[in-house]
Each structure stands twice: as structure tokens, then as C-alpha cells.
């Protein structure tokens, strides 16, 4: 019994070694990811402040088409930078239990819908189309607005941004009584089966940093995931490689009843154009059309 007990605790320190051995081998590539998300912004921040500054010492006339050009360019990497400082910090605060929902009650198929349909414009560009539907109309739950603009916005982000040209993205919600599923599906490149358990861990990245083909810090989804159970709720993803994606949350309905705790849809952020246009440059950011 003490040869089998020592074999037992062999195995076991085996597996904590190569699991210490694993996690650290993925922070490692997260910092070198981060690094690389941080650099590659502000170099072309400087390379089109330089470019900006050779235009106007060489002409006395100004180019205003090239100028709005690198000016684009600059507000755009302007927006990647903050979108990931948001996301360490915000992460940083759910780790430290620092984070505070504010909740709502509010109509989540209108909320959802306004979200869906403020990105269909600014997708165009990519030659993606987005089809929103829904089974119920009305659909009372209790929840952060905030949160819940984050999380669809995310989601819809990154459904666009693996989707070719052509491709399209399906917004989805389903009345189950006690709680709401939101799906949003993509006809894009799909992820490897492999993957699909570590998607949504905060060290693991689906594509590697020297093969990808997209920007991004692999953070984003590890948020929403937070962002989802700290609503009480459920996320999961579908996915096969080459058929595209689907995300499903699923979020409780909460105590609806309270009505005097909570504020409405009318006075949210959501409402406000100037504030929905700017999230959606900052989560849309590291998407280049």
C-alpha cells in the first residue's frame, strides 16, 4: 500500500508539473502577444505621424485626401490601443472583484437589435451582411447594459472579422422563460475541434502568434466569458473548422418583478448615437477593411 500511495503521488506531481509547465509556456506567449499588440500600433502611429509631418514640409499646398487618409489611420490604432488597455484593466478588475454590474431592466431583444443593426453599415465595407431574428418580441430580464453591449459587440467582431468577403453573420435570440439565448453565428473560417476548450481561457490563443491572420489579443473572449457568469450565465461555442462558428449565451431573466431597483432601456448609453458609433470603432478597431 505504500509502493501504491508513492506511485499515486508521483503521478500526481507529474501532472502538476507539466500542467505548471503548460500555463506558463501560454503566459508566455500571451505577454509576447501582448507585445506585439502594443507595438504594432504605435509603430504605425509614428510612421503615419512622419508621413503627415514630410507632407507638410514639402508642399505649402495640403493634401487634404492623403492627410484624411493618415488621420483615419491614427484614430483607428488610437481606438486598437484603448480597446486593449480597456481589456487589461477591465480583466484586471474581475480577477480583483472590482468590477460592478449596474443592473437594468430592460427589453433584451431591443437591446440586442439596436447593437446588431448599429454595426450593419460599418461591416458593409467588409462585404458582410448581418441578419437579425428573433422568436419573441418582448423579452424582460435584468441586466448591466453596459456589459451586454460589450459582450455582442465582441461576439459580433469577431464573427466579422473571421468571415470572408461574402460571408454572413447571424444574430439569434430564443425565449426559454427562465432565460434568454443570445447566438450569433458566422459563415466563416470556423476554429479547429482541438481548440474549441481553450478559447476561451485567458492565456490560450485559437491562432498562433507567427500564423495568424488576424489582430487581436485572444483577451476579448476570455471578458465576455467573464462578463457572462458574473449575469449568472452560460457561454458556449459550436464550431467546425472550415463551417464557421456559433456562440451561445445563455443569461437568467432575473427578478424582474423589482421594477423599483432598477432603471430603464430609455436612459441607457445604448440610446446614445455618438457613444455606440465610438465602441463600435474601439471593439471593431483591429478589424482593417
Given at each position: 500500500?505504500?509502493t501504491?500511495?508513492?506511485?499515486?503521488q508521483?503521478?500526481?506531481?507529474?501532472?502538476?508539473?507539466?500542467?505548471?509547465?503548460?500555463?506558463?509556456?501560454?503566459?508566455?506567449?500571451?505577454?509576447?502577444?501582448?507585445t506585439h499588440?502594443?507595438r504594432?500600433?504605435?509603430?504605425?502611429?509614428?510612421?503615419?505621424?512622419?508621413?503627415?509631418?514630410?507632407?507638410?514640409?514639402?508642399?505649402?499646398?495640403?493634401?487634404?485626401?492623403?492627410?484624411?487618409?493618415?488621420?483615419?489611420?491614427?484614430?483607428?490604432n488610437?481606438?486598437?490601443?484603448?480597446?486593449?488597455?480597456?481589456?487589461?484593466?477591465d480583466?484586471?478588475?474581475?480577477?480583483?472583484?472590482?468590477?460592478?454590474?449596474?443592473?437594468?431592466?430592460?427589453?433584451?431583444?431591443?437591446?440586442?437589435?439596436?447593437?446588431?443593426?448599429?454595426?450593419?453599415?460599418?461591416?458593409?465595407?467588409?462585404?458582410?451582411?448581418?441578419?437579425?431574428?428573433?422568436?419573441?418580441?418582448?423579452?424582460?430580464?435584468?441586466?448591466?447594459?453596459?456589459?451586454?453591449?460589450?459582450?455582442?459587440?465582441?461576439l459580433?467582431?469577431?464573427?466579422?472579422?473571421?468571415?470572408?468577403?461574402?460571408?454572413?453573420?447571424?444574430?439569434?435570440?430564443?425565449?426559454?422563460?427562465?432565460?434568454?439565448?443570445?447566438?450569433?453565428?458566422?459563415?466563416?473560417?470556423?476554429?479547429?475541434e482541438?481548440?474549441?476548450?481553450?478559447?476561451?481561457?485567458?492565456f490560450?490563443?485559437?491562432d498562433?502568434?507567427?500564423?495568424?491572420?488576424?489582430?487581436?489579443?485572444?483577451i476579448?473572449?476570455?471578458?465576455?466569458?467573464?462578463?457572462?457568469?458574473?449575469?449568472g450565465?452560460?457561454?458556449?461555442?459550436?464550431?467546425?473548422?472550415?463551417?464557421?462558428s456559433?456562440?451561445?449565451?445563455?443569461?437568467?431573466?432575473?427578478?424582474?418583478?423589482?421594477?423599483?431597483?432598477?432603471?430603464?432601456?430609455?436612459?441607457?448609453?445604448?440610446?446614445?448615437?455618438?457613444?455606440?458609433i465610438?465602441?463600435?470603432?474601439?471593439?471593431?478597431s483591429?478589424?482593417?477593411?
Amino acid at each position: 500500500m505504500q509502493t501504491e500511495t508513492l506511485r499515486r503521488q508521483a503521478k500526481e506531481l507529474k501532472k502538476a508539473k507539466e500542467e505548471a509547465v503548460a500555463a506558463n509556456d501560454a503566459k508566455i506567449m500571451f505577454l509576447a502577444n501582448i507585445t506585439h499588440e502594443l507595438r504594432t500600433p504605435l509603430n504605425i502611429l509614428l510612421s503615419s505621424t512622419q508621413l503627415i509631418k514630410q507632407y507638410l514640409s514639402i508642399s505649402d499646398s495640403i493634401d487634404k485626401t492623403k492627410l484624411k487618409k493618415q488621420i483615419d489611420i491614427q484614430t483607428q490604432n488610437c481606438y486598437r490601443l484603448l480597446r486593449l488597455v480597456n481589456n487589461l484593466i477591465d480583466i484586471t478588475k474581475i480577477d480583483s472583484s472590482n468590477f460592478k454590474l449596474v443592473y437594468t431592466k430592460c427589453n433584451i431583444v431591443e437591446v440586442v437589435e439596436e447593437i446588431t443593426m448599429s454595426v450593419v453599415e460599418y461591416v458593409k465595407a467588409k462585404g458582410i451582411s448581418i441578419i437579425f431574428d428573433t422568436d419573441v418580441e418582448e423579452k424582460l430580464i435584468v441586466c448591466d447594459l453596459d456589459a451586454i453591449e460589450r459582450i455582442v459587440l465582441n461576439l459580433l467582431s469577431n464573427a466579422v472579422k473571421f468571415t470572408p468577403k461574402g460571408g454572413m453573420v447571424f444574430v439569434n435570440i430564443k425565449d426559454f422563460q427562465n432565460y434568454v439565448r443570445i447566438i450569433v453565428k458566422d459563415t466563416g473560417i470556423g476554429i479547429h475541434e482541438d481548440m474549441l476548450e481553450t478559447i476561451f481561457e485567458r492565456f490560450k490563443q485559437v491562432d498562433n502568434l507567427l500564423t495568424r491572420k488576424s489582430e487581436g489579443s485572444g483577451i476579448g473572449l476570455s471578458l465576455v466569458k467573464a462578463l457572462v457568469e458574473m449575469h449568472g450565465g452560460k457561454i458556449k461555442v459550436i464550431s467546425k473548422y472550415q463551417c464557421g462558428s456559433e456562440f451561445i449565451v445563455d443569461l437568467p431573466v432575473g427578478n424582474v418583478d423589482c421594477s423599483e431597483k432598477y432603471s430603464s432601456f430609455d436612459n441607457s448609453s445604448i440610446q446614445n448615437e455618438s457613444n455606440v458609433i465610438k465602441k463600435i470603432n474601439i471593439e471593431f478597431s483591429d478589424i482593417y477593411f
